[in-house]
């Protein structure tokens, strides 16, 4: 099983920038993709961003153009750098592999990120 570890979240203003990390226990170059998630109170998780084992990479509408994806196949991280911030991007990240949309690693604890002023 994969085992994710994620890192980076903090308390910004609105407009602000945060970059979240995701370790994972096995080489970044196994997994078909790797995406991150959120989870705000009282709303079910929904995926953020995916990046695939091509590079290639795909986001949620309410996201585009303020969040990127990356991969670092030699740090065995992926990361989210995350834009003028809104206050309706708080929630808790995760992140996780998946293979073709089955999610194929376990949950971790999450980062928290709070926009606000």
């Known amino acids: 099983q994969v085992h994710v570890v994620e890192s980076g979240g903090a308390l910004v203003q609105p407009g602000g920038s945060l970059q979240l990390s995701c370790a994972t226990s096995r080489s970044i170059d196994d997994f078909y993709a790797i995406g991150w998630y959120r989870q705000a109170p009282g709303k079910q998780r929904e995926l953020v961003a995916r990046i695939f084992f091509t590079g290639e990479s795909n986001y949620a509408d309410s996201v585009k153009g303020r969040f990127t994806i990356s991969r670092d196949a030699a740090e065995n991280t992926v990361s989210l750098q995350m834009n003028n911030l809104k206050p309706e991007d708080t929630a808790v990240y995760y992140c996780?592999?998946?293979?073709?949309?089955?999610?194929?690693?376990?949950w971790g604890q999450g980062t928290q990120v709070t926009v606000s002023s």
């Open positions: 996780n592999t998946d293979h073709r949309g089955t999610i194929t690693g376990d």
